[in-house]
DNA sequence: CAGCATCCAGCTTGATACTG
DNA sequence: CAGTATCAAGCTGGATGCTG
């Protein structure tokens, strides 16, 4: 068959995320990670301060938000500008690239958001048949 | 600012992934989670056995390619085709549904590996200037 | 081949407290 | 406000052994 990983090897593409020690797949995980999704999707919008974003993702905690920041500011997918003032003033806003990538994210989620209605009832045929254990 | 959370509220839509207790949250973790982006990518290109999908995701363990296969299935995304023969065969493909997720979740993918370059070079910048503690 | 059950190391995560 | 530091706990995930 002609897979996309043989068409990778066999046209020398310099990056493949089926590799394990491949550094896309360390990226992709971090735009997909559990809060990384969420973040790029909340900034879609438009520049937010970091408590802003904080509210906006529901459970993430301040640890969390911040190293995943830390994550997609050093993947070249958000800037982070800070002013020098006090009380201190930060604001996160996607990238070129990171808006690219928010697109297609937010493309894929809300495609299922729509389709949750599908989802959740292929979860009570399977969870029936199979006898809820 | 009009934000798409908002925009859910104000339009009841009735699946936000922003909100912490929303089931599309499970399933995007689900599909965006790290075997399972994976899992839909390979199988995007026509069914495969168990053990075939294992060689393909480079790195999973058996494991978790049961685990994420049936959280999958669970969701509607992937059926599960049996042989009753011995030795024993099996199939995974995915659903109509499973495909148009796949399809948006390889279209980021792809455009990931292609921007690579940038990727790795932001990095360098950023460990740069910040002395790569 | 296609898996499930179990064990356990270690990484991830969340709370809490503290700094500039 | 915008974080960092630290610590306990729990979940993730790999290794192993076994079944049909």
């Known amino acids: ?65 911040s190293q995943t920041l830390h994550a997609l500011e050093r993947d070249g997918l958000v800037h982070r500008e800070a002013q020098p003032t006090n009380p201190p003033r930060v604001d996160y806003e996607l990238t070129p690239l990171g808006q690219e990538v928010a697109t297609r994210l937010l493309g894929l989620i809300h495609f299922l958001e729509g389709r949750m209605d599908d989802v959740l009832a292929a979860r009570e045929r399977y969870d029936d048949t199979r006898g809820a254990r």
Chains 1, 2 share one sequence.
């Open 1 to 65: 068959m002609d897979t996309s990983q043989e068409r990778a090897a066999e046209q020398d593409l310099p990056f493949n995320v089926f590799a394990k020690a491949c550094p896309s797949r360390g990226t992709l995980e971090h735009v997909t990670g559990r809060w990384g999704a969420l973040t790029l999707g909340a900034l879609h919008e438009g520049a937010l301060r970091f408590n802003e974003l904080r509210r906006r993702v529901d459970g993430v905690s301040e640890k969390m938000l």
